[in-house]
């Protein structure tokens, strides 16, 4: 038997029919490079989100700021650009599934320690992104979507550090405001490697194969 396990069907797709994995082309380079440059603008947010957590104890250094949380914005983004330009082709794979999850594991892995927050931060993208993916059973994403619609106001009503975070100040609402979209941002990216795939808007390669 040939071909590849397919998770949206439980069955191997037919040799006959089914799409066969090309090399990566230029299209798909370009969706990776997108993809890293996003991941590069929402990882640098981020840092501006925990620049304004911390409050007047929050350092800047060379090594967490570059060596970890950009880093690292940079790879997920970069592979869920990947995610979406095999997704377009209709050859999606699916450990690309779990990208969100390197969030969580690289600071943890680069600090030797256990931080909580990065890992919580993946598993909320991840469900909120399932939750908007059009993929499984429709209760289970119902509640995928009421879990992340509910984390929603709490951004804006837990109590905060500083008084300066108070939703009730400018300051804090931009930080709220930050907070929020950040959240929304990631679980939408999260959901690229989840969607069913969509060959129909995109013959990417077709144009670049031709002489």
Not at 49 to 74: D, E, K, N, Q, R
Request: hydrophobic content about 45%; proline content about 9%.
């Amino acid at each position: 038997m040939t071909g590849e396990y397919t998770i949206t069907t439980g069955r191997w797709p037919d040799p006959h029919t089914a799409p066969t994995r090309r090399k990566l082309t230029i299209g798909g380079v370009r969706f990776i490079l997108v993809g890293a440059v996003l991941g590069l603008a929402w990882a640098a947010s981020l840092r501006g989100f925990m620049m304004a957590l911390a409050g007047p104890a929050s350092t800047f250094t060379f090594g967490g700021t570059f060596g970890i949380i950009i880093p690292t914005g940079v790879i997920v983004g970069a592979l869920l650009g990947l995610a979406e330009y095999q997704r377009r082709t209709g050859l999606p794979h699916p450990l690309l599934i779990l990208a969100p999850l390197l969030v969580g594991i690289i600071p943890n892995l680069s600090t030797a320690g256990l931080d909580l927050g990065p890992i919580g931060l993946a598993v909320t993208g991840m469900v909120g992104g399932y939750s908007v993916s059009g993929r499984g059973p429709r209760w289970a994403r119902v509640v995928a979507g009421v879990v992340t619609v509910a984390s929603m106001p709490v951004t804006f009503l837990a109590p905060k550090p500083y008084p300066e975070l108070s939703v009730t100040t400018p300051y804090g609402a931009w930080f709220c405001t930050l907070a929020w979209s950040l959240s929304v941002t990631f679980a939408l990216a999260c959901s690229i490697p989840m969607r069913r795939p969509d060959i129909s808007r995109n013959p990417i390669d077709q144009t670049e194969e031709k002489p």
